[in-house]
């Protein structure tokens, strides 16, 4: 999969500007990539291990729910950002 093929969306913050930042938006859009060949990778492995499709697809959707957000009591100030 080259980088190319991914279309990752336009970042937002919880007030709807853009997160124009180049290095942020670099780091966000490696970070997918990263993610999405980890999942790819893992979805193939499950596969040859003959697990069952839609149980992997279920088991990765799952481990996204899961993920806690320790920021979210935060206030920030994105203007000195």
């Keep these: 999969m080259t980088k190319s093929e991914n279309n990752w969306p336009k970042w937002l913050r919880d007030d709807g500007t853009v997160v124009s930042c180049t290095e942020k938006v670099k780091v966000m859009t490696e970070n997918f990539d990263e993610i999405k060949q980890i999942a790819q990778d893992a979805l193939e492995d499950g596969l040859l291990m003959e697990v069952g499709?839609?149980?992997m697809r279920e088991a990765l959707h799952k481990l996204?729910?899961?993920?806690?957000?320790?920021?979210?009591?935060?206030?920030?100030?994105?203007t000195s950002k």
């Design 64 to 78: 996204v729910d899961e993920l806690v957000n320790p920021y979210q009591n935060r206030h920030t100030d994105h």
């Design 53 to 55: 499709e839609e149980q």
